[in-house]
Structures are given as structure tokens and as C-alpha cells.
T-cell receptor
Framework: GENVEQHPSTLSVQEGDSAVIKCTYSDSASNYFPWYKQELGKGPQLIIDIRSNVGEKKDQRIAVTLNKTAKHFSLHITETQPEDSAVYFCAATASGGSYIPTFGRGTSLIVHP | DVKVTQSSRYLVKRTGEKVFLECVQDMDHENMFWYRQDPGLGLRLIYFSYDVKMKEKGDIPEGYSVSREKKERFSLILESASTNQTSMYLC????????????FGQGTRLTVV
């Protein structure tokens, strides 16, 4: 089955800095890569996703890049703000079967004012 | 507004009790999932269901069972609760199509004493 590795487990930045979270996946059949943000006391919520036919996608201060050859995708947050502090999860979903997402272990992002 | 609702935010149960965690979604989704979230381990899939009365084991099904009698409702059952099942439990749902996001409930924090 799919295996998703996520790094770092904890990331501490100053407000205004950029933050990068990296994930690798093992199943070459995976073709959908969502990123979820989990705020304290809440369930994860989708913030951005990318499909395998696209190399990069941007939405305001967040962007995601995908390298299919290396089986690697990353989340980039620019101009970080304290409200970006949360746990972020990457996931990979294969094209066959019941489209079950496999999640990384999560990154706790702390943005210091 | 789309919704996945878990019946309890917090539960405290005694060792050996039978525990029911309930989840309801209002989006007519085919897929429903139960994940367990533990620090440093991310989201681990316990069971999923792709249709009424259909269920498949995930990565950590031992000690758990599920029930899906109606499309909108997916229940997780701890047959005999143990202290190592103290955790955050997250329910999610999604359409059974390629490249679609999962919607999560707010989570149930279960403590087994």
C-alpha cells in the first residue's frame, strides 16, 4: 500500500518568514495530493490540493509543488502569520479502488509574533 | 454548509466497556472513514466503508468494529475498551470519485480509565 513520509514534525518560524513542509510517497499510482490544516480542537480541513498532471498550484500565500519523478510534494507558506499556527497533514490518494487517502504524520507549525 | 458531525466531543469510559462512536454526514457521500489520531503518529485508518453495509479494514482494525446501516451514518464500536485505545477519533467522508477531498468531523477525545 501507499506510504507517505512527512518532514519536519515540528517547524518554528517568526512571523513574516516562509515555511516549507515536505512529503514523499511510495505508490506511483497516486495522483491526488491534498494538504489539510488542523487547528486546535478541530478536525482537519483541506487548504490546497494538487493533481498529478500539474506541477505547481498557488492560492494567495500558500503553494504546493509536485515532482512525480521523485515522488515528492511540498507545501509552501509565505509571509506567515500567527493564525497559520496549526498541524498540517499531507496525503496521497491512488487512482484505483475506493480512493482512500493515506496521510503523513503531520507537521506542527508554530509562528511566533 | 457541508457537515460531518460526531456525536461526542469528549468521552470517558471504563476498561472493558463497550463504546459506540457515532458519525453522521449530510453530503450524500459514499465513502466514510474512521481514523485514530495520536501524537507523532498522524492519522491512522481504522476502518472505512464505501457503501451501506460494506466495510473494509484499515491499517489498525484490531479491537474495533464498525456498522453502516444507513448511508449517512457510520459507527465505530470498541467491543471491550482498553487503556491503549485512549485517543482522538476522527470521522471523515468523501465522494467515491477520483481526486476528491475528505471532510472531517470535529473529533471525539476518548479516555479509557
Amino acid at each position: 500500500g501507499e506510504n507517505v513520509e512527512q518532514h519536519p514534525s515540528t517547524l518554528s518560524v517568526q512571523e513574516g518568514d516562509s515555511a516549507v513542509i515536505k512529503c514523499t510517497y511510495s505508490d506511483s499510482a497516486s495522483n491526488y495530493f491534498p494538504w489539510y490544516k488542523q487547528e486546535l480542537g478541530k478536525g482537519p480541513q483541506l487548504i490546497i490540493d494538487i493533481r498529478s498532471n500539474v506541477g505547481e498550484k498557488k492560492d494567495q500565500r500558500i503553494a504546493v509543488t509536485l515532482n512525480k519523478t521523485a515522488k515528492h510534494f511540498s507545501l509552501h507558506i509565505t509571509e506567515t502569520q500567527p493564525e497559520d499556527s496549526a498541524v498540517y497533514f499531507c496525503a496521497a490518494t491512488a487512482s484505483g479502488g475506493s480512493y482512500i487517502p493515506t496521510f503523513g504524520r503531520g507537521t506542527s507549525l508554530i509562528v511566533h509574533p | 454548509d457541508v457537515k460531518v458531525t460526531q456525536s461526542s466531543r469528549y468521552l470517558v469510559k471504563r476498561t472493558g466497556e463497550k463504546v459506540f462512536l457515532e458519525c453522521v454526514q449530510d453530503m450524500d457521500h459514499e465513502n466514510m472513514f474512521w481514523y485514530r489520531q495520536d501524537p507523532g503518529l498522524g492519522l491512522r485508518l481504522i476502518y472505512f466503508s464505501y457503501d451501506v453495509k460494506m466495510k473494509e479494514k484499515g491499517d489498525i482494525p484490531e479491537g474495533y468494529s464498525v456498522s453502516r446501516e444507513k448511508k449517512e451514518r457510520f459507527s465505530l464500536i470498541l467491543e471491550s475498551a482498553s487503556t491503549n485505545q485512549t485517543s482522538m477519533y476522527l470521522c471523515a467522508s468523501s465522494l467515491n470519485v477520483r481526486g476528491t477531498e475528505a471532510f472531517f468531523g470535529q473529533g471525539t477525545r476518548l479516555t479509557v480509565v
